[in-house]
């Protein structure tokens, strides 16, 4: 499998200092610079405008933690550094910096520009290896303030995949290299008996491959959704990464929704030794107006906690993009049930650094077919990355799982009766 080549623009290390903004010297030390009031929105041809806060220093020794970040595939990299009529130059990134906190009063923008630098891209020059584009001090609108950022690029080849179809019509999943695609796996969705807790930790892959009928009742499904099963195989048949939805999905009483305090579950699962193992667990749940989820890496054969990985909201509208980035700001990295935060945490930032992985999300009632980034150096073999994979068909599957009870699924997510179904 060949990479696609991908480049991520960092800006971080963000700080500003201005003699006429700081206040005396025992004002400021009742005030933690982060607490300062500054923000900076970042632009970047089309992409969506990105926010970091700016600490207001004394000396050059503060920076913010914040670092947001563009990511670039050779079209938007071709697109970026096109000539047009109006302009010859080179892309730019611009950062505007604003006081006052974000957000909008009586419909203005509540902050106030206080200036703005303009840092020029050599995005060509960047493809294929790291370099910086700014990393100093530089002027930023009158009363001698200053800006320090940093600006820089990185390659991030990522291996793409792509549904041929929804995940619960059983469809091929293809690799995409530019314009090429070719299948590289298939998956098959089915149901699992409720009473068959096989999958939920070691099982038999060869049992997982019995067939079962099942006979439900015609408004099982109006209660709760359980049972779903994905399995990945490779092109020669053999199962590969599987997604086994463990815990159901249950309204809450006189909701009508799944909520937080009683999510559905799912186990991704990996093959090992003849067997299935255990590798991550995917809750999620209906919020008002989004799909609430998250996902703990599991801990393997020497013990220790689990580790949250990801945790965000998607729109149930438009859907959006699951994602597992260790240098996103959203990257939680904690580890809800005790031992040793630290050791783990540094453990899981040397293993899942950077970008991991991201998949897209249909939102209700249209047609999904996900498609799969995954971090090269988190994929050794053809199970690793069949396990992201089955992550995403199960994070795409979970819209349906958290649709309103009120409303009906479409016929291959409701068991039918007397029919036989495949695990």
Partial sequence: MDPCPFLRILVGNLALK????????????????SSSPFFCKIKLGNFPSQFAT???VPQETHTSDDVVSFTLTRKDIEKLGEKSLFSTKEPRLQILVYTGRRGRSCGFSAGKLLGRVTVGLDLKGAVGRACVFHNGWVSVGGESSQLYLSVRAEP???????????????????QIQGNL?????????????????????RSSISEASTSRSWFSSK???????????ITIHDLSGCPVAAASMTNPFVPS?????????????????????????????????????GLGHRFELLPDATGGPAVLLASSTLSTKKGGKFTIDSSSRNFPATTPRGACESGTRSWVESVYRGFVMSSTVGGEGRCSTPEVEVGVKHVTCTEDAAAFVA???AMDLSMDACKLFSQKLRKELRRQQSEEFVV
């Fill in 18 to 33: 201005s003699p006429a903004l700081i206040p005396s010297k025992s004002a400021f030390s009742l005030v933690h610079p």
């Fill in 54 to 56: 700016v600490p207001l």
């Fill in 156 to 174: 991030d080849p990522r291996f793409v995949f792509q549904f041929g179809g929804e995940p619960e019509c059983s469809p091929q999943v293809f």
């Fill in 181 to 201: 695609r070719q299948p590289v796996f298939t998956c098959k969705f089915s149901f699992r008996n409720s009473g068959d807790r096989s999958l939920r930790s």
């Fill in 219 to 229: 408004d099982e499904d109006s209660k709760e959704r359980k049972g779903w099963s």
């Fill in 253 to 289: 009483p006189g909701s009508g929704r799944v909520k937080r305090s009683n999510p559905g579950a799912w186990l991704i699962l990996r093959p090992e030794d003849g067997t299935w193992k255990p590798w991550g667990r995917l809750e999620a749940w209906r919020e008002p107006d």
């Fill in 391 to 393: 992550l995403a068909a």
